[in-house]
């Protein structure tokens, strides 16, 4: 019996392989680019090798020691001479990250301490002649101070130490977090916990720092001219009918006064229960939902109202200085919102608003 070898088990002769790379290096130069990058990546390589490119490594250097001359080697684009700007030579109010998330511990009122997820928003002023930042260095400087028990002198601490690093005159520290609060029940004798979406805020402009704290309060509206027709319905007709109430959101920032006692968190939510004590509840039962109906109609309120209520007992505490009431009434009746602004001071005046601002003032439960 004779056995044939398939030509394709035959081993190459040499002229067969100079032949085939002649063939790869036509394709290259009419290939476009296209055709090039679907090459595998064998072809490549013998490609560029031909092309006079170096043959590079595909393998990680696990070994590889960073030494300081490795370091002051490599390139730093953002830190480059001001010729490397795009687009206007025009300073940049800030520039830096959002959203770094890290634990930080808080200080409570009533309870020692809590750790809390808490997201940040680190930005540095920028001048015109300056290419960019180092975004990590904002980072570093942050975690620096993690480990400290949070307040806003660590706070002052971390923007003190990137301002240095970044070389910027002016600075901002946004922290962002959820606080839970123990809440009693209204009647039943339970409680849960409410939390409530937070943010500190540190701002530098003009060699000047302010401290302002942004609370999300979220309560129950009950249209006073609704619950008025819904009684006379009854009144008058005898006809069952129910007033339209809706979840409403208040985002309250006050500015802290310097030098004053603490405002703490839970003294800002207690002034916004003042204010408007119809909070939505965490633990209920039947008696809680009656009561919870009861003080409904006990205080029903127009988005106004809300604002006016809110700004009142801001007025009455010493230890907030400007501040500004943004109220969202999310309809049961209507399909929009009703929405008010108050405001007093001038850090908060601005004659024009965020499109989407009163978007973010919607609270999923």
Request: charge should be negative.
């Amino acid at each position: 019996m004779n056995v044939h070898i398939s030509d394709l088990e035959q081993q190459p002769t040499e002229a067969e392989a100079a032949e085939a790379l002649e063939l790869l290096r036509r394709f290259m130069r009419g290939a476009s680019s296209e055709d090039a990058a679907g090459l595998v990546p064998e072809l490549k390589e013998i490609a560029g090798a031909e092309a006079g490119y170096p043959v590079l490594s595909r393998e990680y250097p696990e070994g590889l020691k960073v030494d300081a001359a490795y370091k002051a080697a490599l390139p730093d684009l953002q830190n480059g001479p001001s010729s490397l700007i795009r687009g206007a030579h025009e300073q940049i109010q800030h520039v830096g990250i959002s959203n770094f998330r890290l634990p930080i511990r808080y200080h409570t009122r009533d309870n020692g301490d809590l750790t809390l997820e808490t997201s940040v928003t680190g930005t540095v002023s920028l001048d015109a002649d300056k290419k960019g930042i180092n975004m990590s260095r904002i980072m570093r400087s942050f975690y620096k101070h993690a480990e400290k028990t949070f307040s806003f002198e660590v706070i002052e601490a971390a923007l003190d130490d990137y301002k240095a690093d970044l070389e910027s005159f002016d600075a901002r520290i946004q922290m962002r977090l959820s606080y839970p609060v123990k809440v009693p029940s209204l009647r039943s004798g339970l409680s849960g916990y409410q939390y409530y979406d937070i943010a500190l805020e540190l701002v530098e402009k003009g060699g000047v720092r302010r401290k302002v704290v942004h609370l999300d309060f979220v309560y129950s509206s009950t249209c006073p001219c609704s619950l008025e027709l819904s009684e006379h319905a009854r009144m008058t007709r005898g006809q069952l009918a129910t007033p339209h109430s809706q979840r409403s959101v208040a985002r309250v920032s006050v500015e802290l006064r310097p030098e004053q006692e603490c405002l703490w968190f839970e003294d800002l939510i207690e002034l916004c229960r003042a204010a408007v004590p119809t909070e939505t509840q965490v633990m209920v039962k039947r008696e809680d939902e009656q009561a919870f109906a009861e003080l409904n109609a006990a205080n029903p309120i127009f988005v106004e109202d809300a604002a006016r209520l809110f700004c009142e007992q801001l007025q009455k505490d010493w230890r907030v200085g400007d501040f500004r009431v943004i109220a969202s009434h999310q309809e049961s009746l209507h399909s929009h919102d009703a929405v008010s602004i108050l405001t007093q001071g001038p850090l908060f005046e601005q004659d024009s608003l965020d499109p989407r601002l009163f978007s973010t003032l919607f609270h999923v439960g």
